[in-house]
Structure formats: C-alpha cells, structure tokens
T-cell receptor, first 113, second 112 residues
Framework: EADIYQTPRYLVIGTGKKITLECSQT?????MYWYQQDPGMELHLIHY???????EKGDLSSESTVSRIRTEHFPLTLESARPSHTSQYLC????????????FGQGTRLTVV | DAKTTQPNSMESNEEEPVHLPCNHS???????IHWYRQLPSQGPEYVIHGLTSNVNNRMASLAIAEDRKSSTLILHRATLRDAAVYYCILFGSGGGADGLTFGKGTHLIIQP
C-alpha cells in the first residue's frame, strides 16, 4: 500500500484566498511530483522535485508554487485562488530512475468559488 | 517525448482476459514502457513496466513486441474492479520535464 498522503481531500474556497495543498510520503523517495487533472481529462505535470531544495516546473504552466524543505514533504501553494484553478491536484513520489514505479496520493479536489 | 497511441475505450466481460494495446513507434532504446491505471475518483495506480522482455506480476502481464514499437497489457481474468482508465507511458531520457507524461489512456469497461 502506498504511503503518500494528501490533505485536504476536498477544498472549497473563495476567490483571492491563499491556499496550501499538503503532500507527504514516508517512503524516503527523493523524487516528488504534482499533477493537475480536470474532470475526464489527462494528467498534466505542473511541478517536480529531485530532492531537498530542488524544484522544477513541469510541462503545464501553473500559477502555483512548491517548496521542498524536507524529503517527505512537498506542499503546493496558490497565493490568490481563482475559479480557473478549480481542478484536481495529484501528488506522487518515486525513487530516481526510469526503472521504478511512482506512487500517487488520493488527490485534492479544489473548487474556487 | 515519445508518444503513445491507445484506443479511447474497450469493453470486456467479467472473468475473461483483456488485451489492452499500445503503439509507440517512436520509442527510443532507453525508454521504459510503464502502465498505470486510474479508478474513478482515485489517483493513478502503478500496474507494470518493462524495457524489452515480457513481464509478469500479480496484477497483469506486459507483452512487448520484438521491435518495441508496440506493447500489450494483459489482464488475465478481468473483474468489475478492473474498470478504469489505463495509461501506457514511455518513461525515458527525452527532453522536457523528468516525470511520467500521461496521455488520454484507454477507458476499460467491464460488463458483468
């Protein structure tokens, strides 16, 4: 069973609010990822990290930011939420290399009203 | 990044084998073939991966063509719980972000 956790599971918030989506893993993985997925659509990589103090932007441009101060923790922040940010956000982690599997959290479904 | 092509949807009967195809004609020699699935309202779940040889695990089998331009995920005995979107992904050293790139996948429908 995957040991990667996302909180909250669901979030409804007003426009202009600052929000932080939490992601934690207990597997000691160096690589962590954030994906964004709209209903019925494919996942898009928005951020990833190779380890502590490493953050990179993914294929899809996003107004969110991430930080990696501890190996196990990879939070995503939106400074000022907008309705266009309404989506599902999925966090994942893996070991380095291509011959390895990624573990995904259950996701946070964000609705900005 | 190398691309994959999968059928939009497939339908199968419960307790029968399911063969999910994937074409990846532009695969490079160092690309691994990964399969993930996503059940409704869940995050994706790893199924299997391979490089050149066929692979088996408790969930499925992966058959890789000799020229590696296509592969097939085999579910030996489908159950209703296997209804999901299945993604075939090439994970390699191509340019761009170093993460799994998901396409639209195949929506597998299992009939009781």
């Amino acid at each position: 069973e995957a040991d990667i956790y996302q909180t909250p599971r669901y979030l409804v918030i007003g426009t202009g609010k600052k929000i932080t989506l939490e992601c934690s893993q207990t597997m000691g993985h160096d690589k962590m990822y954030w994906y964004q997925q709209d209903p019925g659509m494919e996942l898009h990589l928005i951020h990833y990290s190779y380890g502590v103090n490493s953050t990179e932007k993914g294929d899809l441009s996003s107004e969110s930011t991430v930080s990696r101060i501890r190996t196990e923790h990879f939070p995503l922040t939106l400074e000022s939420a907008r309705p266009s940010h309404t989506s599902q956000y999925l966090c994942a982690s893996s070991e380095h290399g291509r011959d390895t599997e990624a573990f995904f959290g259950q996701g946070t479904r964000l609705t900005v009203v | 990044d190398a691309k994959t092509t999968q059928p939009n949807s497939m339908e199968s009967n419960e307790e029968e084998p399911v063969h999910l195809p994937c074409n990846h004609s532009t695969i490079s020699g160092t690309d691994y073939i990964h399969w993930y699935r996503q059940l409704p309202s869940q995050g994706p779940e790893y199924v299997i991966h391979g490089l050149t040889s066929n692979v088996n695990n408790r969930m499925a089998s992966l058959a890789i063509a000799e020229d590696r331009k296509s592969s097939t995920l085999i579910l030996h005995r489908a159950t209703l719980r296997d209804a999901a979107v299945y993604y075939c992904i090439l994970f390699g050293s191509g340019g761009g972000a170093d993460g799994l790139t998901f396409g639209k996948g195949t929506h597998l429908i299992i009939q009781p």
